[in-house]
């Protein structure tokens, strides 16, 4: 199967901000990461290529876990004007 290219935007919660920030900024490689409003609470925008964007959002939110468990991910993978809805890994609607 081909790699699709897919916009991310995620908002990411998390009790080590110190540890997940260096994994967010290598994922996000040329996108951005910004702190959110809250204490360990990051905004992501960023490119990103893979087969699916419930496969890229599962190797994300892996990544993220293993710096740490409690991460929490809430993010929206768009394509071609078609937008998919993750929550964790739950996938929570397309529009």
Request: proline residues 5%; glycine residues 10%; hydrophobic residues 35%.
């Amino acid at each position: 199967m081909p790699n699709l290219r897919f916009v991310l935007r995620a908002r990411v919660n998390t009790d080590a901000p110190g540890a997940v920030r260096p994994v967010l900024e290598r994922l996000a490689f040329g996108g951005t990461v910004r702190s959110g409003e809250g204490a360990g609470e990051f905004r992501v925008e960023a490119e990103m290529e893979g087969p699916s964007a419930r496969e890229l959002n599962r190797s994300f939110l892996s990544e993220l876990r293993r710096a740490e468990r409690r991460t929490r991910l809430r993010a929206e993978w768009s394509r071609k004007g078609v937008t998919e809805r993750f929550f964790d890994y739950v996938p929570k609607g397309k529009s």
